[in-house]
């Protein structure tokens, strides 16, 4: 499990990756609210994200439609996000030592939003029927090839 920045969630290749699985871990309220996403990636490899300390989280979601949930995109905001300047207001000081951040993915097939505000994000390798495991290392040389090879066609 690997602890991944802003950064390095707004690179990740989000469109048309598929959300299989969300569940919500509230086993130690307070201690470590969690969230968890598993999401099958374009080439059919799969990762878990798990978002841990969730402060607050609207999964906008809408059901019924006979579509498997591909994302339109995903972003990470920090302090800077609307619904981080809230959620430390609500708080009333009681929190402003610790950093949180805001999550939002957007889906294609059925218009949903999830928003997430937590302290932490992580990134889980998961067995993948097609591929076996497939290292969170691997999704970042990956993209860090494709930008490589955009610059030198447009040099």
Same mark, same amino acid.
């Given at each position: ?7 390095? #969630? ?7 990756? =598929?959300?299989?699985?969300?569940? =919500? ?29 969730? $402060? ?5 979601? +809408? ?15 920090? $302090? ?16 402003? +030592?610790?950093?949180?951040? @805001? ?12 928003? =997430?505000?937590?302290?932490?994000? @992580? ?9 076996? #495991? $497939?290292?969170?290392?691997? =999704? ?10 955009? $610059?030198?066609?447009?040099?």
């Amino acid at each position: 499990m690997k602890k991944i920045s802003n950064n390095e #969630f707004n690179e990740l290749e989000w469109h048309d990756s =598929i959300i299989e699985k969300i569940e =919500i871990d509230r086993s130690r309220p307070g201690e470590n609210d969690s969230i968890e996403i598993l999401i099958s990636w374009y080439d059919g490899a799969k990762n878990k994200l798990r978002f841990d300390n969730v $402060r607050w989280a609207d999964l906008n979601m +809408n059901f019924g439609i006979v579509a498997l949930e591909s994302i339109y995109d995903a972003s990470a905001e920090g $302090r800077e996000n609307a619904c981080v300047k809230e959620c430390y207001a609500k708080w009333n000081g009681r929190i402003d +030592n610790i950093s949180l951040n @805001y999550y939002e993915i957007e889906t294609n097939s059925t218009g949903s939003k999830i928003q =997430i505000v937590a302290e932490e994000t @992580y990134l889980s390798e998961y067995p993948s029927e097609r591929q076996g #495991f $497939r290292p969170f290392s691997c =999704i970042f040389q990956e993209k860090l090839r494709i930008l490589q090879f955009i $610059r030198r066609l447009m040099a």
